[in-house]
């Protein structure tokens, strides 16, 4: 049985126990705080240059890599994220909350046990290629999932250039072999050719005073 969701979330709604349909989905996890055009643009982007049958936006209870003050409540960023999605093929979730996890590889290793027949492809910026090294198990995720990395204005020669990069050279596709990246064994990622966003949440909230910024707040640990 599925969760019970708002009414523009309900064709789409993830089910409770599982789910045994062979389709593609593309993971863009981040605290989405709040969402903005940038990540519309990166999950219709993966949509069509990936060939995905979904992407899932999973908001993060908290964002272990950013500073706790100024993350907004988890609803709120919920609710930003649904702005920006269809409710049909881009889907914003909370279901990190739900499965209990604290680290992508945790997320991920759940979600391939919920849902056997899905082939997942982590999709994820330049900036966090950087960071990827600091995440916890990041070895394990690469090794299980497929991953795609957005160029980010600023962030791609070195993105292209550090630790996890340089690690992973011998398993990355080109870019013109991003629509069957889904169907690749892992490792195996992608660093997509494709038209930049600049949009920032730090620069939309600036422009928002109605969002109730948190002061404080607990979040996760590393990803």
């Known amino acids: 049985m599925p969760h019970a969701a708002p009414r523009q979330q309900r064709p789409a709604s993830l089910p409770r126990f599982g789910d045994r349909r062979a389709i593609r989905i593309g993971l863009l996890g981040g605290s989405f705080n709040p969402a903005h055009d940038g990540h519309r643009h990166i999950a219709r982007t993966?949509?069509?240059?990936?060939?995905?049958d979904q992407v899932w936006l999973l908001v993060s209870p908290g964002n272990p890599l950013k500073p706790a003050a100024g993350i907004m409540a988890l609803p709120k960023r919920l609710a930003s994220a649904r702005g920006i999605a269809d409710g049909r093929r881009i889907i914003a979730t909370d279901i990190e909350r739900h499965l209990g996890t604290r680290y992508t590889a945790d997320t991920l290793a759940a979600l391939q046990r919920r849902f056997p027949r899905a082939r997942f492809v982590w999709l994820m910026g330049a900036d966090n290629l950087v960071q990827l090294p600091h995440w916890r198990r990041w070895r394990r995720i690469v090794a299980k999932t497929p991953f795609a990395v957005m160029p980010r204005p600023t962030y791609n020669h070195?993105?292209?250039?550090e630790k996890a990069a340089r690690r992973l050279r011998s398993w990355r596709a080109p870019s013109r072999r991003a629509p069957v990246l889904a169907s690749l064994p892992a490792p195996a990622w992608t660093f997509l050719d494709m038209r930049q966003n600049d949009s920032s949440a730090t620069r939309l909230r600036q422009t928002m005073p109605e969002y109730e910024i948190a002061k404080n707040g607990v979040l996760g640990e590393s990803r």
């Open 46 to 52: 993966a949509l069509k240059r990936l060939r995905l």
């Open 158 to 161: 070195a993105a292209l250039a």
